[in-house]
């Protein structure tokens, strides 16, 4: 599992100056925080990569040492198995893993919905005309959006397959969809000069948010001022990152050399775009970046106030799994034309 901190960073350049080591005043021992990610580094993941490139968790006193996901890595059994402290999960594994006796609690989010959504061509102008034809996607999609979607628009089983690698099953069957996030799979249409339309789930009422932080119930409680200085200082990177990435990108470059220039800046670019949006019913925008407030709720005894099992599961009130106020990067459905 590969992992960085700023350290590492530190290091590398005293090798660099031939052995010239400038020593800084004494500061209070750094809390080292081990985070896990959802997925390899990306720039949906930019702020955190943002913060320790910057040294704003340095700033905190937190030694932040961030491992990449993957798709075999269960980051929940890594949480409770003690070697993460604080882990990047989804809003629908976090209740899951609840309802099942794990003393976990989400206090943070990156994104205020699922960048999740299915992709089409130009001509569908809705998810309900999909009904009957194919809907490409994941395995993890069974336990997420697809029972949504089979309620919400009347899908079945029937039109479910799935997703092939580098999309090409959707590329061979234009009157297929595929399910995908905003930030990567339309990148991959324009790269092939495909025209595409994008539907995100949020838009239609796909209510879950995007990149929960989560960490467990004995270390928010022993550590809680540790907790509200990685969220304070990761928000400061989330801002810093959309102001100017330089950092934050050199060092998902260094992590994940596989990611192109390009879709870094593809996926920014959506970001930057739609994170000012407003939404009549899903509360309003705080501004220049939106991420204001979410370290206030985690800080008061009282807040942590949004409640993810009002969204998920509605009616039920015995889930101990909280959230502070979320950024609110609303993002909107949009169609691509390739150049």
């Known amino acids: 599992m590969t992992s960085f901190s700023r350290r590492d960073l530190v290091k590398g350049g005293a090798a660099m100056a031939g052995g010239l080591v400038l020593r800084a005043r004494p500061v209070r021992a750094a809390t080292k925080v081990r985070l896990l990610t959802n997925w390899f580094a990306e720039a949906e993941h930019g702020g955190f990569y943002q913060a320790v490139a910057a040294g704003l968790y340095d700033q905190a006193g937190l030694d932040v040492e961030i491992r990449q996901g993957n798709a075999q890595l269960n980051g929940m059994q890594v949480l409770l198995g003690g070697e993460a402290d604080i882990i990047m999960s989804y809003d629908i594994t976090i209740l899951n893993g609840v309802e099942k006796g794990a003393p976990v609690k989400a206090f943070f989010t990156s994104f205020q919905f699922d960048l999740i959504g299915l992709m089409t061509r130009p001509e569908i102008n809705s998810l309900a005309e999909l009904k009957g034809r194919k809907v490409y996607f994941g395995a993890n999609g069974y336990s997420s959006y697809w029972p949504w979607l089979k309620q919400r628009f009347g899908f079945t089983d029937e039109m479910a397959a799935p997703k092939g690698p580098n ?139 949004t409640g993810l099992h009002h969204r998920l599961h509605q009616g039920s009130e015995d889930h101990d799994v909280t959230v502070s106020r979320p950024s609110p990067m609303l993002l909107r459905p949009l169609t691509l034309q390739a150049h």
Do not use: C
Not at 207 to 230: E, I, Q
């Open 167 to 305: 999309l090409a099953t959707f590329f061979n069957d234009p009157s297929a969809a595929v399910a995908g996030y905003l930030t990567a799979e339309p990148f991959l249409a324009v790269q092939r000069n495909v025209p595409v339309k994008f539907f995100l789930f949020a838009e239609q009422g796909y209510p879950p948010y995007a990149n929960t932080m989560v960490t467990t119930a004995a270390y928010m409680k022993d550590n809680s001022d540790v907790v509200a200085r990685f969220t304070r200082a990761s928000v400061e990177g989330w801002k810093d990152y959309l102001r100017d990435p330089s950092a934050g990108n050199a060092l998902i470059k260094k992590l994940n050399p596989q990611m192109p220039d390009e879709h870094i800046a593809f996926s920014l670019q959506k970001m930057r775009d739609d994170h000012g949006h407003r939404h009549h019913d899903r509360g309003a925008l705080a501004e220049d970046t939106g991420f204001s407030g979410a370290v206030e709720s985690v800080e008061g005894g009282h807040g942590l106030e």
